[in-house]
């Protein structure tokens, strides 16, 4: 464990030291603050259900189709980097495990989401000028896109690790993020219901829905955390053969 903090030490250190952080916190900011500004500018009458419905959810919505685009792009460097300076027999020559290494990786991906994320808190506090006060229902939506942002993150750590170089795992992260993200569309398109919830279940649309109701669904965090440990196994396991 100690081995752990000293290398995730490491990679924040790294990452905070830089500029592309920053970059990716302006960027993230303007876009997601613009979407605020214009939905909530379009509200006729300012009411809890109407701030949800017409401000926070699309604004939310948005941001989690938002992340597919940011998220390979944050976490292309994780393993290329590696590669590319040649560090990565290093790292898998010492007395670091392959799961230390991996999760080394993901939790700064996870911290720098988290950084770059929480900047959507200040959406809810500006309302309760206004009188908002669902604030449940805010938890709720900001939990399952901080859920979310994991998955992607994972997805993203794994691309990074079987790619040569950044810009093939930015393309392999962002095709896996978008085919689980149309999946949603392309199962209300199949006229079989029961293959039609198969596919829906797969989606990432169908498991940000009750979140964005307020509600923190059981069969979602499974379908989460499987994601997660799906992703992170396999690329625990591509370490453990290059050493």
């Given amino acids: 464990m100690k081995l752990l903090k000293i290398l995730l030490y490491k990679e924040l250190r790294q990452v905070f030291s830089g500029s592309m952080i920053y970059i990716f916190l302006a960027i993230f900011s303007f876009i997601s603050g613009g ?3 214009g939905n909530l500018i ?5 009411t809890n259900k109407n701030i949800i419905d017409n401000v926070l959810s699309p604004t939310f919505s948005a941001v ?5 685009f940011f998220t390979p792009v944050l976490t292309m460097r994780n393993f290329v980097d590696e590669k590319k300076s040649e560090t990565l027999n290093l790292l898998l020559l010492s007395n670091l495990s392959s799961t ?4 080394g990786k993901y939790i700064s991906s996870l911290i720098q989401g988290l950084f770059i994320i929480s900047t959507i808190f200040l959406f809810p506090i500006i309302l309760a000028f206004s009188g908002f006060s669902d604030w449940g229902m805010v938890f709720s939506y900001i939990l ?5 942002f994991s998955i992607y993150a994972c997805v993203g750590t794994f691309c990074s690790l079987v790619s ?8 392999i992260c962002f095709a896996i993020l978008f085919s689980f993200m149309i999946l949603f569309t392309t199962a209300a398109m199949i006229d079989n219901l029961m293959i039609s919830q198969i596919i829906q279940y797969f989606s990432f649309g169908g498991h940000i829905y009750y979140f964005s109701r307020g509600a923190i669904a059981s069969f979602d965090l499974i379908y989460m955390f499987s994601f997660i440990l799906f992703f992170s196994y396999t690329s625990i396991q591509i370490l453990e053969v290059k050493r």
């Fill in 64 to 68: 989690n189709f938002l992340l597919i």
């Fill in 42 to 46: 379009s509200l006729n009458e300012v």
């Fill in 100 to 103: 230390h290494i991996f999760l």
């Fill in 164 to 171: 040569k170089n950044a810009i093939t795992s930015i393309v």
């Fill in 35 to 37: 979407l605020f500004f």
């Fill in 144 to 148: 399952g896109l901080y859920m979310m």
